[in-house]
């Protein structure tokens, strides 16, 4: 889930699955036995994972400067025996590392970048590292760390001979601003994978169900013409006018979109001095839907209101649209395949330390301090809590697995201090580990289990039937950083 | 000037020529005599004229519905001996009155329509006639009997043979609203007059040097979609949403006009009931400036507005000009001539009774109870105060001579009933006999002084060199009184 | 559901009850037996009722003029043997039909206001019967007489010594506007009831588990200082722009509302003429939100949203609040009840004469053409359609049981010919014959059974805990027709 | 005229006093000799006065970090024998420099400061000479060294006992910004000021007779309660609506205020991203009207339409004036003095090479190439070209005498690189020294005729009968430079 659209605040969980009441889907031995070796791989290079989240945390580096994050990660994958192609999809900071061959392709996804200003120590109270640098209040150290630590136990199956086929570890940057995801889905980097896996650190552990939001993020630009305010206005045209008349366009718009849209925007840019008639300005808008077929139509409509508010103003409109995500394909097969091993994995036990340390966090979020969520919920009944990620568009290009797991108390704010704070530490770290032990053993099903496989990929090409997927991104490579 | 625009109250006036300092233009002893005769003409139908005036202020027929009003008119011109054309342009109350052969033509106009709503006796306080009634609250019941008993004075010095040329009065309906003489030029009814005369009452006596403004009314429409407000807000377009983001617009553009321009506006439908999304609006507005040029800009922009509101709202818009008049082109050289004999006619002389009407209207009106205006404005350091006329569309198609005869004390509001009141009784009656003397003096001027005449021409030439003519209404008849 | 909020058009049903499946749900003879005795008292008054029906369809008097149409009524019941009070709460045209004595005291409601402009024949395709003449577009022709017709059949029980207690009928009018049984609940007429009924003609039968909307129905209006909008608007301050401020504000409110909130308005009176700077101007807004607590916080906010547009225009506001209802407060014991009778009456016969006029109303509504609804909804799985009626206040102080039942096919226009059509003939009167018959067994459970009628009770008193119910009404008596 | 503010452009000029046609206001033969003296003194300073306009030319320093322009003057008026009060009213770069002892005290203005990202070459093209850096694009370079030139040259006047009294330069920083003189005026350094003089360089010459515009500067701050956009809305109330609803305000404000009123705006801060609802917006305005009785009013009418907006949109708001200059209080006997001495100078010769300059910067401005304007302007029929300058401040305290001088060719856009070529060589300097003499022999008039000088200070005090001064700037000292 990115900076600009995460809202994976957990609410009340009414409907719970009991933590340990499923049985595994298959009793096949053989699988029984590859998902015990992979579990145990993970233990293996535990230290090793927790390492390598912590420096990644500990980097925090923003999108497309991951420049460091990326190398440890890439760095490890190689040392375990990976082929690593460094900097694919025109991204210094994206990368691929590959094991096996032939079919079927596994592709499991690692993020790692961090978002400006939220540095913090980890300590359950406010203490800043270092002054406004950034910090991991999305969790993505611990997403690059533990699906690379799952591909490296899926790697020494397949190298042990249990396993066939391929897995590709997917070093997936900037999903927090830009989207990584979608340029190196255009780059045709996910063309032949069976299929994806992600998964996303929560407040609660939860095999997802739910799409979340489409997105578009563009920018609107207004340009008028120039004149002394006081001296001669009636010679200028206010590209600010032509602003102000579109906002009123989208608030009145309101009334009649769903209720599932979303319309929000700042002014970016609103004029420089008041002495003149401000010649440019721009508007920052981002345009929600449930579904993509909603987002397109109230997309349409947007691009008339800028047209319209620049002709009613004397002035010139341009829209850029510049990242967008597809609402992910949710994909029931493949979520009660997570299921089932998340509920076999059993529930984290935590110390009274870490049940301390989340409750102080809580508690200075001003919520109920019950500490960590340790249940799993039901596939049933979850609602869209909305949020937007670049996983989106790999969804609707190959079929794809997504699982969210706990790595920080319930209640306290996303994107926020109390998020980089756990992290950083054991909590954080044991959430990592269950993930990397989840998608390991659902890995495990998917490459041993010819039929769970393809219901999954059946399921997506029944979705998917007359669809053709068009990226909300320029025809232009990806922007890179300036500095 | 009509309901519509007016606006003549007049200010404190700093500047006066002294009422007695001027000297007739031309000693030319036949012409004084004529002048004389004319005079005298108009005091030997006083009566009638009176009675012309009364009649028409208790008929108080508002715009094209003057059936009696025109017809008394009409009807005396006949018996005076001019030529009656009885419906002209399309307009049943529309006439015009001749006499004479040959050039020069000299037209003079006058108007007959009242305001609805303002019934109101000849007394000094509120006291409705007939409750809802109109009333002559801009005085045009003595502007249609003062310019005929100017035109009876000359047909008179014709048939004596004084003068030669023809003499032409145009009965000009619903000035008030619809801009009667508009049509009245597009049907070609001006296009031989040499030069055109028109007065108007007001508090001032003044020969006009100032244009007032042009002006354009018109309608916006706009046509969306509805919906039911509660259920199915979504599937709505509202047409209110146009018409708002028009009014934004609309308000966004105030500072980027001159300071000259005037943008008003009502809603005249902003939808029926709450529940159901709007799927008519309509916006009555009126644009003016002191100069068609400055207007015509204004009025692009506007239409613009129009319709990039409605794109932005998803409706769609119609703009439909209804009526529009000219800012009056000015004629100093004529100017010059009404200020000569306004101030040889020498000022009105009010009754002790008279003079205490006045000032209880004034004093009812809560401004200075000074009386009314005896003495003559100086054509110089006029100021511009606004208002709209139908006269101004004549002024651009012949040359055109306007003049403002005190028929009310200073400071009264206009179009409200005290106007009516001092209209209905003597200080309104002497008004109008001294704009019958002064209008027929100076027409004595251009029939009998080819140079004088010559120098209104040549001025109104000059004026509009490269200019055309384009009238501010619909290409269609004019709109008939549906009752 | 009332003519300024109704919203009852179903949506396709995914979930239906099999129409034939559920048993009743006690299994005494006796109960049966007087149930049995109800539904042949409905069939033996058959004729009456549709003739009450019928005239009331004739008669289409709007709100608070239902003169005719509630003494037919009125009549009926006097006839029947009820003692009736007329003109209760202040208001003409309601009244109340009383027989029995003592506990229990059941109340069952019935309307008889029709729409204007809606007058329509009782054919499939348009044809108006009276020009510009008022119809039963939500039915209330039906709603009145099944009502009515339940009432007799249990006042025939009772005088048969079947059941005992009280049977009263309450003759509720003008629901469409005013809504006239929020004044008969402050009236304290529904004081002593233990239990209430109401009906709605609808396209779907259903026991409704759904509360609708609370509404409040406002009026904003603006005072400001008029001024000549051409000569000195800087003397003015503009009514209209308080108003667009308002709904400036309004619009922008829509993003920080939850998703359930609906705002619409029409601008009643947005000045004038051009020419006047307004110093009156009107909005007319409906707030609604499911819940009334909501609906209490939107509701200060808009308060402060005509103060403050007021504040920054340099006018006044003011806020009348004329008229609200509280949602509904869903009863599911006496829902369960409905049902199960709903269930038992088994479904409607339709002919194919009827069949095809059915049809036709679809085709020419442009929806698919299947004929009327048969089955019965479940109880499980209702959205809330939103739609708001008077009946949510008396929901709010007695316990309240409702049924909607099919009178027109689905998918035609609510509010619109169609259901005229429909509710003119042999549709309507089948749909209402099951209406008086399934709100006849239910009264009968409610006398009968008293652990019923406590279930149904004691649900009510829960949900009520600690409520105090506060009309959204103004301390002043019932608007009463100015005609 | 400041950056913030200016506006003399000089529009073509219709009304020309002959330039050599005036003659010494008073023949008193040893006031003329004086005054030849005083000449004489620039004459033989003017080296070291191009010098200092030069260096300041060069440093070209902004608001309040003017320290080595400051430095420069300040070092010179010591050399000459002033007494020098550096860093006065709390400004390191205010200085004051005195000569002489007793009454009458006259004091002279000097500006120095320069405008952000104006850096040009003395080329007649654009040429950036240190990019991104300062240029003196309103002449501020010439502003001082010209009055301080006259300032040393009444100074060896007072020392040759031809004169009697104290002269006194005011070094002024941060008219572009800030306003020093308000703060300088506040520190009550003007208080025993018989008369003060001031400059500008223009486009034409001119001793000034109209007052420009009172102007307000002022931060509206909106605080409003953050939330996320997508997930939580509802919880939120955005700052931004609050500006949005705020400008609405001032855009329908329009209307109603008088056509001399100028109100413009920028949004300075529109919120940061748009994920999140904005909990802080700024918006920067400046209300002006050619009087501060006029401003007062709209200023009252700007703060209620901030605390209405905030209102409605449910958020709060502040408002803070950061800086305002009052009109200038025209002396219309002081600009008679100022006239005579400027047509008695007689015009400036320009060499073929300045013409060419002159007419290459016109041509690259798209105006007329006609050269420099050498004429001097009639006191009589001057327009208000509006602008604002904090001499205005001064002018209400004392009487102020103000005359414009040619600097840059007429037309070439003010505040822009044009200036800044044309003040930087031989152009600027011959204005600055025309402008030192005017300003030096009307200051030997206002020494030695006590009659001069009493119409100047008599006019004054009948202007400012009943006023009180009070400055449009907080409570606090000047804000310093961060950096």
């Not at 590392?97 to 540095?119: H, K, N, Q």
């Not at 579109?246 to 925007?265: D, Q, S």
């Not at 008339?304 to 649209?321: D, F, M, P, Q, Y």
Request: hydrophobic share 45%; aromatic share 6%.
């Amino acid at each position: 889930m990115n900076h600009r659209r995460c809202a994976t605040l957990a609410l009340a969980a009414a409907v719970w699955g009991a933590p340990l009441a499923a049985a595994p889907a298959k009793g096949k031995a053989a699988l029984q036995k590859t998902k015990a070796e992979a579990i145990a791989s993970i233990e293996r290079h535990r230290a090793e994972l927790v390492s390598l989240s912590d420096q990644v945390w500990g980097f925090a580096e923003t999108a497309l400067r991951e420049t460091r994050s990326a190398k440890v990660l890439a760095d490890y994958a190689e040392q375990q025996g990976f082929r690593v192609e460094r900097g694919v999809a025109g991204m210094p900071t994206a990368f691929i590392a590959s094991y096996g061959e032939g079919r079927p392709v596994i592709g499991i996804m690692g993020e790692y970048d961090a978002l400006p200003g939220l540095s913090q120590k980890a300590v359950p109270s406010r203490e800043i590292l270092a002054e406004g640098a950034p910090g991991h209040g999305c969790g993505h150290n611990l997403f690059g760390a533990a699906s690379l630590g799952a591909a490296v136990a899926i790697k020494e199956a397949i190298a042990a001979g249990k396993l066939a086929g391929t897995i590709r570890f997917y070093g997936t940057p900037a999903e927090e601003s830009v989207g990584g995801k979608v340029y190196m889905v255009r780059a045709g980097l996910f063309k032949d994978v069976d299929v994806a896996l992600a998964w996303h650190p929560d407040t609660e552990n939860r095999p997802d169900t739910q799409g979340g939001q489409a997105i578009v993020d563009m920018i609107v630009e207004f340009k008028g013409k120039t004149a002394h305010a006081a001296f001669d206005p009636w010679n200028g045209r206010s590209a600010l006018d032509g602003l102000e008349l579109m906002t009123h366009a989208i608030n009145l718009m309101r009334e009649h979109v769903k209720p599932t849209v979303r319309l929000h925007y700042v002014i970016a840019n609103g004029g420089n001095v008041p002495n003149v008639v401000p010649e440019y300005a721009k508007l920052w808008l981002w345009v929600r839907d449930v579904e993509r077929a909603g987002l397109e139509d109230v997309l349409a409509r947007v691009r008339k209101a800028a047209e319209g508010a620049a002709l009613a103003a004397g002035v010139e409109s341009r829209i850029t649209v510049q990242a967008g995500d597809y609402e992910m394909l949710v994909n029931q097969a493949g979520a009660r395949l997570l299921h089932a091993n998340l509920v076999a994995l059993g529930p984290i036990a935590y110390t009274a330390d870490e049940d301390k340390f989340a409750r102080t966090l809580q508690a200075s979020a001003g919520v109920e301090a019950k500490g960590m969520n340790t249940g799993v919920r039901s596939l049933e009944g979850q609602e869209n809590q909305g949020g937007s990620t670049d996983v989106g568009d790999v969804s609707w290009n190959v079929p794809t697995l997504h699982v969210s797991i706990a790595t920080a108390p319930a209640g306290v704010p996303w994107h926020a201090w109390p998020v980089v704070a756990a992290g950083g530490m054991s909590i954080g770290h044991k959430g990592m580990v269950l993930a990397a032990k989840t998608l390991a053993t659902t890995m495990a099903d998917l490459f041993d289990d010819a039929a769970a496989r393809e219901a999954v990929v059946a399921e997506f090409r029944e979705k998917t039937k007359g669809f053709t997927y068009k990226a909300y991104i320029p025809d232009s490579p990806p922007p890179l950083p300036t500095n």
